[in-house]
Nanobody
Framework: QVQLVESGGGLVQAGGSLRLSCAAS????????MGWFRQAPGKEREFVAA????????YYADSVKGRFTISRDNAENTVRLQMNNLKPEDTAIYSC???????????????WGQGTQVTVSS
């Protein structure tokens, strides 16, 4: 079992930046593929960014390429999402997920965090 807790969300004006963190605990975190998803009110959850397995290759949704960067610190059991040049369309609840068997754009998390709210004002 893996427990995930997100933090770092908040209110920011368009063009600003935020850094989200996902702290993990439980069984071997380094063996899990990690990724970020987001869900805006009234919309389906959508893929944002992910690793292939425990790191190395990265994958991003077209809407965030060039603005968001996913990173992982295995020593601290955390995964982060640096978000730059934020847009109002980025407003959503951001959640991290972990999977034992999937990765990249096909990431299907077995574990989810509670999410952290990101609000971008125009």
């Amino acid at each position: 079992q893996v427990q995930l807790v997100e933090s770092g969300g908040g209110l920011v004006q368009a063009g600003g930046s935020l850094r989200l963190s996902c702290a993990a605990s439980g069984r071997t975190f380094s063996r899990c593929t990690m990724g970020w998803f987001r869900q805006a009110p009234g919309k389906e959850r959508e893929f944002v960014a992910a690793f292939k397995w425990s790191g190395g290759y990265t994958y991003y949704a077209d809407s965030v390429k060039g603005r968001f960067t996913i990173s992982r610190d295995n020593a601290e059991n955390t995964v982060r999402l640096q978000m730059n040049n934020l847009k109002p369309e980025d407003t959503a609840i951001y959640s991290c997920g972990a999977s034992w068997t999937t990765y990249g754009y096909n990431l299907r998390p077995d574990y989810w965090g509670q999410g952290t709210q990101v609000t971008v004002s125009s």
